[in-house]
């Protein structure tokens, strides 16, 4: 029986990105959320350097965003709940 060859790129990169959604960030405790709290609250695999909230559900509660990328729309959403977002 012959092997099938691989097909198409996998990139290495993406092992050590992740996406969350607005809805996950209800699950961390802490009230400032960095990579750190979403890697102990396991919304993250521990391997993830950068992490990025992305516009999926919605969020109810004030949280910091301090060292985690946003898009446009999750920005807002979390600014219209009383949160804020730090660089």
Same mark, same amino acid.
């Given at each position: 029986q012959r092997r099938m060859p691989k097909v198409g790129f996998r990139s290495a990169m993406k092992a050590t990105r992740?996406?969350?959604?607005?809805d996950e960030l209800a699950k961390v405790k802490a009230d400032v959320i960095d990579l750190a709290a979403l890697?102990?609250?396991i919304i993250v695999p521990v391997f993830t350097e950068?992490?990025?909230v992305v516009l999926?559900?919605?969020i109810k509660k004030a949280v910091t965003l /301090? !060292?985690?990328g946003a898009? /446009? !729309?999750a920005r807002a959403a979390i600014e219209a709940a009383g949160g804020r977002?730090?660089?």
């Open positions: 992740a996406e969350v959604r607005l890697i102990a609250a950068v992490a990025k999926s559900g919605e /301090k !060292g985690v898009t /446009k !729309g977002i730090e660089a």
